[in-house]
């Protein structure tokens, strides 16, 4: 009896196998050449701010001196003085030989002015910067649907507002001397590094002005592409982890190495299947949060699946009431606002760990202080602790630990991490270094598996007549 159940089992187990396998071979076939350039350039891109400033270390690294940082209120009256502009924030490094960073944003002639990584692009057309500001409201999965990020793009106005980084100007801790805004001296490695994200996310189509196809816009087009071969990839992760399980559990082990003392073709196999097993939970995140960014009904699917999306009031119906924002209550002309530095004071005893500081300015008189802080070391999350603040009392008016958030607002808010990998820090940054490099080589080494099948059929033909 138990023999005819083991016959049964084995006889429908490569009939499934080989449904899967063709999948894999299919999906593999369709989406190589574009999973090859995006997986590549999403390797190098892993490290694209360690990239950027290496190459420009004067604009973040100081030189430790033997006299103590100057405090953060004395830094931003040596940079309102000498920044054009107005001022937002500043971010503090726990680093002594690291640079602190001020927040601003620039007059309003020069907010039309592209700024940061487009800036290396040659005149983007207006729609190109009206998506650059859609995909910035949608990069945390904060967004929610396409006509209400379009609502967001009317109230923010000008490129500048809304939810588009202000711009940074580096500032020596000790000296208080400007250090330079990386976005306005570009170096040619972060020219290099914005054109590897441009052929990461567009196939670089954001570079040719005159459309492909009537109606669409080069950059929605290379988007779709992109986005479709990552659908495709992630597909091909998944039937390539069912037929990586072997029919008998004894030959679990020859799917777990590789066999270097095997013929070239042996060798190929294993590097295909073995590394492909072992860095396909990583890829499997990388492919399931790629789409994010390419279509809007996948982010919206993103928000629903975890119980964060809200629907965006339809045409004509009254908006839906808006949570009240926390306010400072404001004391009277007599009465100045806090220091900065007693604020981080009051930060420093809600958060006792040793990280780096960001500080968001309060923008009126009745706006309140934002205090985030981030943990650091090999580990650390790339998420951050919150405190909102009264800027006169600095009375603590909402707390936020993210360890504490729902499970499914932490994964929903976390989207970008998983997909650049830097959930855990520098660990998790190598672990996505390494899986990207294994993902460019799946589509080389799999036609490569299959190419030698092909071989094998033609040479059986002639036998068997």
Request: proline fraction near 6%; glycine fraction near 8%; hydrophobic fraction near 35%.
């Given at each position: 009896?138990?023999?005819?159940?083991?016959?049964?089992?084995?006889?429908?187990?490569?009939?499934?196998?080989?449904?899967?396998?063709?999948?894999?071979?299919?999906?593999?076939?369709?989406?190589?050449?574009?999973?090859?350039?995006?997986?590549?350039?999403?390797?190098?891109?892993?490290?694209?701010?360690?990239?950027?400033?290496?190459?420009?270390?004067?604009?973040?690294?100081?030189?430790?001196?033997?006299?103590?940082?100057?405090?953060?209120?004395?830094?931003?009256?040596?940079?309102?003085?000498?920044?054009?502009?107005?001022?937002?924030?500043?971010?503090?490094?726990?680093?002594?030989?690291?640079?602190?960073?001020?927040?601003?944003?620039?007059?309003?002639?020069?907010?039309?002015?592209?700024?940061?990584?487009?800036?290396?692009?040659?005149?983007?057309?207006?729609?190109?910067?009206?998506?650059?500001?859609?995909?910035?409201?949608a990069e945390n999965g904060e967004g929610k649907n396409k006509k209400e990020g379009q609502q967001k793009e009317k109230k923010?106005?000008?490129?500048?507002?809304?939810?588009?980084?202000?711009?940074?100007?580096?500032?020596?801790?000790?000296?208080?001397?400007?250090?330079?805004?990386?976005?306005?001296?570009?170096?040619?490695?972060?020219?290099?590094?914005?054109?590897?994200?441009?052929?990461?996310?567009?196939?670089?189509?954001?570079?040719?002005?005159?459309?492909?196809?009537?109606?669409?816009?080069?950059?929605?087009?290379?988007?779709?592409?992109?986005?479709?071969?990552?659908?495709?990839?992630?597909?091909?992760?998944?039937?390539?982890?069912?037929?990586?399980?072997?029919?008998?559990?004894?030959?679990?082990?020859?799917?777990?190495?590789?066999?270097?003392?095997?013929?070239?073709?042996?060798?190929?196999?294993?590097?295909?299947?073995?590394?492909?097993?072992?860095?396909?939970?990583?890829?499997?995140?990388?492919?399931?949060?790629?789409?994010?960014?390419?279509?809007?009904?996948?982010?919206?699917?993103?928000?629903?699946?975890?119980?964060?999306?809200?629907?965006?009031?339809?045409?004509?119906?009254?908006?839906?009431?808006?949570?009240?924002?926390?306010?400072?209550?404001?004391?009277?002309?007599?009465?100045?606002?806090?220091?900065?530095?007693?604020?981080?004071?009051?930060?420093?005893?809600?958060?006792?760990?040793?990280?780096?500081?960001?500080?968001?300015?309060?923008?009126?008189?009745?706006?309140?202080?934002?205090?985030?802080?981030?943990?650091?070391?090999?580990?650390?999350?790339?998420?951050?602790?919150?405190?909102?603040?009264?800027?006169?009392?600095?009375?603590?008016?909402?707390?936020e630990i993210f360890a504490e958030k729902p499970l499914n607002e932490r994964i929903s808010s976390s989207v970008k991490s998983?997909?650049?990998?830097?959930?855990?820090?520098?660990?998790?940054?190598?672990?996505?270094?390494?899986?990207?490099?294994?993902?460019?080589?799946?589509?080389?080494?799999?036609?490569?598996?299959?190419?030698?099948?092909?071989?094998?059929?033609?040479?059986?033909?002639?036998?068997?007549?």
């Amino acid at each position: 009896m138990n023999k005819s159940k083991q016959i049964t089992a084995d006889s429908k187990w490569p009939k499934i196998r080989k449904f899967f396998n063709d999948l894999h071979l299919w999906f593999g076939l369709i989406s190589g050449i574009v999973v090859l350039i995006v997986c590549l350039t999403g390797t190098i891109y892993v490290y694209n701010t360690e990239i950027r400033e290496a190459a420009a270390p004067h604009l973040f690294k100081v030189e430790k001196t033997s006299r103590e940082a100057m405090t953060a209120d004395d830094l931003l009256v040596a940079a309102k003085k000498q920044i054009k502009g107005k001022i937002s924030g500043i971010r503090i490094s726990e680093d002594p030989e690291r640079a602190y960073a001020i927040l601003y944003s620039k007059p309003k002639k020069e907010e039309g002015k592209p700024e940061g990584e487009g800036k290396s692009e040659k005149k983007p057309e207006k729609p190109e910067s009206k998506n650059e500001r859609k995909e910035s409201l949608a990069e945390n999965g904060e967004g929610k649907n396409k006509k209400e990020g379009q609502q967001k793009e009317k109230k923010a106005g000008p490129p500048a507002g809304g939810r588009q980084r202000a711009n940074q100007m580096m500032i020596n801790p000790y000296t208080g001397e400007l250090l330079g805004d990386p976005q306005e001296k570009e170096t040619k490695t972060a020219a290099f590094m914005q054109k590897m994200f441009s052929l990461h996310r567009w196939l670089m189509l954001n570079e040719i002005e005159k459309p492909l196809i009537e109606g669409v816009e080069n950059r929605k087009l290379g988007s779709w592409i992109t986005g479709t071969a990552t659908l495709l990839f992630t597909l091909g992760v998944i039937s390539g982890i069912i037929i990586w399980f072997p029919q008998r559990l004894r030959g679990w082990k020859n799917g777990l190495k590789i066999k270097w003392s095997g013929k070239w073709k042996r060798i190929n196999h294993d590097l295909h299947n073995t590394l492909g097993f072992y860095s396909c939970i990583i890829l499997f995140l990388m492919g399931v949060t790629g789409p994010f960014w390419s279509f809007d009904w996948y982010r919206t699917g993103w928000q629903k699946t975890w119980g964060t999306y809200k629907e965006a009031p339809k045409e004509g119906a009254a908006p839906p009431k808006e949570e009240k924002k926390e306010e400072s209550i404001y004391p009277g002309p007599e009465h100045a606002p806090l220091r900065v530095n007693q604020l981080l004071a009051i930060a420093d005893k809600e958060f006792v760990y040793p990280g780096d500081y960001m500080v968001s300015l309060a923008s009126d008189s009745v706006a309140t202080v934002s205090i985030s802080k981030y943990k650091k070391g090999f580990f650390a999350p790339s998420t951050a602790d919150r405190l909102i603040l009264d800027q006169y009392s600095g009375k603590i008016l909402k707390k936020e630990i993210f360890a504490e958030k729902p499970l499914n607002e932490r994964i929903s808010s976390s989207v970008k991490s998983l997909h650049v990998g830097d959930v855990y820090g520098p660990f998790t940054k190598l672990l996505y270094f390494i899986s990207c490099l294994i993902a460019t080589s799946l589509p080389v080494t799999g036609v490569m598996i299959w190419l030698n099948k092909m071989k094998k059929t033609k040479k059986k033909k002639p036998e068997m007549a």
